[in-house]
């Protein structure tokens, strides 16, 4: 049982370079979530999915943008990589609303904009 | 406006002692939520709190959730090596699909 997968686990881009982070999860969660950690801070919320077919937007999503492929599959799109992107970003993934359900994070893509 | 504040930041400490960590807001949460992350690996969750007062034991770790469901706390008693990381806590509400993180209390236990 993998739990929520992410690939590429590191990128390296130049300013204005488009990428995907992908990530997969084999839980059957329903809700599934993008964050972005940098030193000293805590995990932000970039988009998330409450469930397959919806999205919506966390405390950070400019520069970003997402797409609920189906149940297992949540991919982050960055369309104009800036400096500013350059961070450690976090799916996670949670069997129902996180108010009554944990989430299962994967290990992270650690992407650096030049 | 950060809306959920930990402390300390940073916390360096013999094996052997006791520490707390807190977390503290001016909203209220249906649920929170701690977290413990090790380098290069995401959160993994320690435990779940939704009940106002609630204490929850885990072998030497043990939550608070404040009685106004605003703040909560993490003690650990005899802490070892292997309890070095960065603690998070996650507030969520009702019906809001998501949380909120706090910045995290890097732990470190030193032998």
């Known amino acids: 049982n993998a739990g929520v997968t992410q690939t590429p686990k590191f990128q390296v881009l130049k300013t204005g370079q488009s990428m995907t982070l992908q990530c997969a999860q084999d839980?059957?969660?329903?809700?599934m979530y993008w964050y972005r950690q940098d030193p000293g801070m805590g995990l932000r919320l970039i988009y998330y999915?409450?469930?397959?077919?919806?999205?919506d937007k966390g405390e950070v999503p400019n520069g970003y943008n997402v797409s609920r492929l189906n149940k297992r599959e949540f991919s982050l799109r960055l369309e104009s990589a800036a400096p500013s992107q350059t961070s450690v970003y976090f799916c996670a993934s949670s069997e129902r609303p996180v108010h009554n359900s944990p989430l299962h994070f994967g290990n992270g893509t650690r992407l650096t904009v030049t | 406006t950060q809306l959920l504040e930990q402390s300390p930041q940073f916390l360096s400490i013999q094996e052997g002692e006791n520490l707390t960590v807190y977390c503290n807001s001016s909203s209220v949460f249906s649920s929170l939520q701690w977290y413990r992350q090790e380098p290069g690996e995401g959160p993994v969750l320690l435990v779940t709190v939704v009940t106002g007062g609630e204490v929850k034991k885990l072998k030497r770790l043990t939550f608070q959730f404040g009685d106004a469901r605003k703040d909560s706390s993490l003690h650990i008693t005899a802490a070892q090596p292997g309890d070095t990381g960065l603690y998070l806590c996650a507030g969520a509400r009702t019906n809001a699909g998501k949380s909120t993180f706090g910045d995290g209390t890097t732990l470190t236990v030193k032998p």
């Open positions: 999915s409450a469930s397959e077919g919806t999205t």
């Open positions: 839980m059957n969660h329903n809700s």
